[in-house]
């Protein structure tokens, strides 16, 4: 939880700020001139907010917005080339809701109320001149920040560290994946290559005619005297790929198990944890053109330019993050579940300090410490990613994950009036780290630090009021920089104002339902991912939240024949459906998918925007035309498994999986375009995403059709049709039934009836 800025406390709400006011007029405020400005890469939950604070309480429903800072916006055409105006009281950015004073050139904040002046805003020319006083979103590129910068390529480091432990088979394709890769590098961008077993071999690209690696110890860290010698040695460990594509081939090409693999029944042994860091030393000292051959330990931070990426076909048995439990572990490599989580959260704030990006790849049946791998990965701005194979999406996952990124050293900061709180920022966050940093975040509490830049990067931002108000608007303004490709530093301001009201029915008319069940199923998920709550836990939860919504909001109590149903706004009516399909999904459901697969999905879903995080939590469903001559290819229908009729052609974005579905009538040549115009749209929606998600081709009545019922709701179970499914009843409805395996899980009517809320 990050805590809020605290502004003065007598300025609390917003007041009109007052200027004192002589022949110049009345202050212009360039927001009402120009009309509504936003940001079309942020929503709010409700563009208003109620007056009592008691309906801002945690509990109830949640208040709060889901902001996109990094995303594409305007070319660099339109940057300002100046630093930002601040506040001189607050710090936050003048922007189009300040009061200008044209005769003077004074400013009043419209967070504070505090008095700034800038002879440049002297009469209405100078104000119209202002573009932060009449766009809501500004990116600044100050000259003091581009010392460095450049508009050639800068070229990036990419360690591949690859586990040799793995079958045969695995290993071939694994072998493929990753010469396959090279084709999304840049020809000067660096490569250099490290395998594991029991021991950490990494591999001098200079011979031409061989495969020469320097051996390190698996069962412990390697020390600054190891990794200087490997810096000394004279050999290259990293170097251009259009220079070291052929022997870096034939080294990858020549890999194979280890002797000693490990026998049927025992542990293969694995040092992941020595074999990352070495990599990430390696890449560190590679990104870092002064650090000399011999200075690999201890260079400055490398800004983000280099990558370690790490194939991983079991947990680590043997070294530092060995996981304990295993048959044939050596004695000694087991260690205690907080030492292996300190341990990997260290390794991933080393690699972040510099300046390296861990990624993960894992192909296991095997629980792998996810939780622990993902600490690892997220600190240095990377993910951990379950396949289901080396091959496939695998491969397509790692060319997106070298070209995803869009810049490094991200840092974010949010601005709130003083009658707001602001209780909690999800989203790819670390702490500060390093000294200045933590200098930072005294001066600006609400200071978080993005290690890897995304445009697909999320940030939830969820406030309660302090206390009851009685002012016109809140205001927000979120601030955020990176440092480009080009070594460009780049500021983006986006300032937000929200309606005070005390009239419930305009409250509710504002609420963005998908906003609010966001909002809602990411305060459960990060329960979870934290270890603060079981899933069971974080449902229980969600049901009560639900409950308090519905007891606080209702505008109206249906009298049924099992007792009182508490009823939902018209304008919340889509919320149970939302919280369902997170208690019924991947996120918190007892699906298909195991554990860390599960975690996986908790872990994206934080970081998502907006739109991603509703295609994870509830994904639309699409019929699609059969009648190649149709205007409509397809048409959206109700998520649940009484839309499987055997004359459909069903697509379903999970966001991580897409399940195209065949009914038994559709199978014939006659519907074949149809079936290729499905595929052709989920190629097309999913080809940015990272990582690449499955795409599964099922048949009615075939065994992995269960891979899409299983996340849809089972209105088959209710006794009265809903939905879409009107006309559904008798034989047919029975029909249904018998196609379907009979479970405890409840339709989302049966859960709603448990809650007492009508549906």
């Known amino acids: 939880m990050l805590p809020s800025h605290e502004p003065p406390r007598q300025l609390q709400g917003h007041v009109v700020p007052h200027l004192a006011i002589g022949a110049g007029g009345t202050p212009t405020v360039m927001k009402e001139v120009l009309g509504d400005v936003q940001d079309p ?75 700034n002046t800038n002879e440049d805003l002297k009469g209405q020319g100078g104000i119209e001149a202002c573009r932060e ?73 200079s011979k031409r005619d061989a495969a020469s690696a320097h051996i390190l110890s698996g069962t412990h860290s390697p020390s600054a005297h190891d990794l200087n010698a490997l810096g000394s040695s004279g050999g290259v460990l990293t170097a251009p790929v259009h220079a070291a594509a052929a022997i870096f081939i034939a080294i990858v090409k020549s890999l194979k198990p280890p002797v000693r693999a490990g026998a049927r029944g025992r542990a293969k042994l694995r040092c992941v944890g020595p074999a990352v860091e070495t990599a990430v030393a390696i890449a560190a000292a590679s990104a870092q053109p002064r650090a000399g051959p011999s200075q690999i330990e201890g260079v400055a931070p490398g800004g983000g330019k280099a990558r370690a990426t790490v194939f991983m076909g079991g947990p680590a048995t043997r070294g530092p993050g060995a996981l304990g439990g295993f048959e044939g572990s050596e004695d000694g490599d087991e260690a205690s579940g907080q030492d292996s989580h ?64 869009v810049g490094a050293s991200g840092v974010l900061d949010v601005h709130c009036s003083p009658a707001v709180q602001i209780t909690r920022v999800l989203g790819p966050l670390v702490p500060p780290s390093t000294r200045e940093e933590s200098e930072m975040a005294e001066d600006l509490p609400n200071l978080a630090m993005a290690p890897a830049v995304e445009a697909r990067h999320g940030f939830t931002v969820l406030y309660h009021l302090r206390e009851d108000i009685d002012c016109e608007y809140v205001y927000f303004q979120v601030v955020s920089a990176h440092t480009t490709p080009f070594g460009q530093r780049i500021m983006r301001t986006s300032t937000h104002r929200v309606s005070v009201t ?67 706004p018209t304008q919340l009516s889509g919320l149970p459906g939302l919280i369902f399909q997170a208690q019924h999904g991947p996120l918190l459901g007892a699906m298909l998918n195991d554990e860390d697969d599960a975690q996986a999905a908790r872990q994206a879903f934080l970081a998502y925007s907006l739109d991603d995080s509703l295609r994870l939590l509830a994904p639309p469903l699409l019929s699609y035309t059969l009648d ?54 989920a190629a097309a929606w999913t080809a940015a995403r990272f990582p690449a998600p499955e795409v599964m081709e099922l048949r009615e009545g075939e065994s992995m059709a269960r891979w899409l019922v299983c996340r849809l709701n089972p209105a088959h179970r209710d006794v009265s049709a809903s939905g879409m499914v009107g006309a559904v009843t008798g034989a047919v409805r029975s029909m249904f039934s018998s196609r379907f395996s009979h479970t405890d899980d409840d339709s989302m009517n049966e859960w709603l009836a448990k809650l007492r809320i009508a549906p």
């Open 41 to 115: 890469h942020t929503r709010f939950s409700s563009s208003a907010v109620p007056n009592r604070s008691s309906l801002t309480m945690p509990g109830g429903l949640p208040f709060g917005f889901v902001t996109s800072p990094f995303a594409a916006q305007e070319d660099s055409s339109k940057w300002l080339r100046r630093d930002a105006e601040r506040c001189q009281s607050c710090g936050a950015v003048r922007n189009l809701y300040v009061a200008v004073e044209t005769q003077t050139g004074r400013w009043a904040c419209n967070f504070c109320s505090g008095i």
């Open 133 to 205: 006083l009449r766009d809501a979103v500004i990116e600044y590129a100050p000259p003091s920040a581009t010392a460095f910068a450049t508009a050639e390529y800068q070229p990036k480091t990419h360690l591949f560290v690859v586990d040799t432990t793995i079958r045969a088979k695995d290993l071939a394709d694994l072998k493929e994946t990753v010469v396959y890769a090279l084709q999304a590098l840049h020809s000067n961008d660096l490569i250099g290559l490290v395998a594991f077993d029991s021991v950490v071999r990494v591999y001098d690209l």
């Open 502 to 568: 005390g009239n419930t029915a305009q409250l509710l008319s504002t609420v963005d339902v998908g906003v609010v069940g966001v909002l809602l199923a990411k305060e459960a998920v990060v329960e979870v991912r934290e270890g603060s709550a079981t899933r069971e836990e974080a449902r229980m939860e969600l049901n009560g939240r639900l409950q308090n919504i519905a007891q606080t909001w209702s505008d109206q109590v249906r009298v049924t024949a099992s007792g009182r149903m508490a009823t939902l």
């Open 628 to 681: 190649a001559a149709a205007a409509e290819p397809y048409v959206q229908v109700p998520l649940e498994d009484l839309s499987l009729l055997p004359s459909r052609l069903l697509l379903l974005d999970h966001h991580t999986h897409v399940f195209i579905w065949s009914g038994a009538d559709v199978g014939g040549p006659e519907h074949a375009a149809a079936r290729e115009r499905a595929r052709a749209d």
């Open 342 to 405: 300190d341990y990997y959260a260290l390794v991933g704030e080393r690699a972040r300090r510099l300046g390296v990006v861990i990624d993960a790849f894992i192909v296991s049946l095997t629980d792998v410490g996810m939780p622990l791998l993902q600490g690892m990965c997220a600190g240095s701005g990377g993910e951990a990613v379950p396949h289901a194979s080396f091959a496939g999406a695998l491969a397509e996952s790692l060319t997106r994950a070298t070209l995803r990124s």
